[in-house]
């Protein structure tokens, strides 16, 4: 079970001031009308506890858009490589958004480990906020089984009725929670309620789709030829939104920045995205995905089949950002239910 802490409502404006002064400290801000993005904050009453999945997952912390990695002079022939990270502790990750950082982390560990990133994440202290209701009707975790707390965090907090239920997942949270003091252990009656609410929550978060968490590599796996594919092409804007805002996507290209004197400068690694037009091509212009349906379905496989055979897992989280921000108004879920009613 672990060790689990409790904290009173009234004393997470406290909690929030004195994480602070450990490390900065990023949590989800409202931003607008149904609209949220992880900030920096240092009270709580900054911090939006009830949100939906913010504009761009905290993949942006381990993974920068921008990320300078070399800065040389041709000249002298000096090539410095270049490693760039900070400290901070990130508040209020759901668990769609640890699923995708468990996603990332497997990627970059895996051989070639990306140094760049492993050092970047050892840097990084991750609590996560449980959802207690349903974010939207884009949001499809429970499809993805991902709408439970299933580790990847230091910190846990579930709101309660009068506080907040936490686990103490690490070592480094164990730390925190003693250095601030504002915390009581756990009682009874605490467990009681969070056994409670996931129960409710076990019936709130239901299978949105008409297939089976287990089935849908094999239904993808089988729809490459889908007429589904020639419906998205023809509405697809190429605009890269669902890649842009995936917590697991991470394709990138490398670019160099010269500088006026034509010897000197800085090479970048910048994201990329694989509904780009450029994307697939290789020389002589020709394209293995030329048209934007096929790009499309190589992002769909992305997620619910070549990481399957590769890392046993899904690489979709179900935060729903996709179906969110599609410019065409491509749903997630209304792309699974139209391949599944395709095969009967």
């Not at 009270?43 to 506890?49: D, F, I, Y």
């Not at 997952?57 to 920068?64: A, E, G, I, L, S």
């Not at 499309?296 to 619910?304: C, D, W």
């Not at 935060?319 to 410019?327: A, F, K, Q, V």
Request: glycine share 6%; with cysteine.
């Amino acid at each position: 079970m672990g060790k689990y802490v409790t904290l009173k409502k009234s004393d997470f404006n406290e909690f929030i001031e004195k994480l602070s002064k450990i490390k900065p400290v990023v949590a989800p801000v409202a931003k607008g009308k149904k609209s949220f993005a992880f900030a920096e904050v240092t009270t709580g009453e900054e911090v939006a506890l009830q949100y939906i999945p913010t504009i761009l997952p905290p993949k942006k912390y381990f993974m920068p858009q921008k990320e300078k990695i070399l800065e040389f002079d041709k000249k002298k022939q000096d090539w410095t490589p270049i490693l760039e990270y900070s400290e901070k502790i990130i508040f209020g990750v759901h668990t769609c958004d640890l699923a995708g950082i468990q996603s990332l982390n497997i990627v970059f560990t895996t051989k070639p480990k990306d140094i760049n990133y492993i050092v970047r994440k050892d840097k990084l202290v991750i609590i996560g906020l449980e959802c207690n209701n349903y974010c939207d009707e884009h949001a499809s975790c429970a499809v993805m089984d991902n709408h439970l707390p299933n580790g990847g965090y230091d910190l846990f907090f579930t709101e309660l009725k009068n506080s907040f239920m936490i686990h103490v997942n690490t070592q480094i949270g164990d730390e925190i929670i003693k250095r601030i003091k504002l915390f009581q252990e756990a009682k009874k009656q605490d467990f009681q309620q969070l056994d409670d609410l996931r129960a409710a929550k076990r019936k709130i978060f239901k299978d949105e789709v008409k297939v089976g968490h287990e089935g849908l590599k094999n239904l993808f796996d089988k729809s490459v030829k889908s007429k589904v594919w020639k419906d998205i092409d023809s509405r697809c804007v190429a605009c890269g939104n669902c890649t842009n805002v995936c917590p697991t996507c991470y394709c990138f290209d490398v670019k160099d920045d010269i500088n006026l004197d034509f010897n000197t400068g800085a090479r970048y690694r910048v994201w990329d995205s694989c509904q780009n037009e450029n994307f697939a091509k290789v020389a002589g212009g020709e394209s293995f995905r030329e048209d934007r349906g096929s790009r499309q379905l190589h992002r769909f496989m992305r997620k619910f089949s070549y990481p399957v055979e590769k890392f046993s897992r899904y690489f979709c989280t179900g935060c729903g950002r996709c179906s969110r921000t599609c410019m065409a108004q491509i749903n997630l879920k209304e792309t699974i239910n139209a391949l599944v009613k395709e095969k009967k």
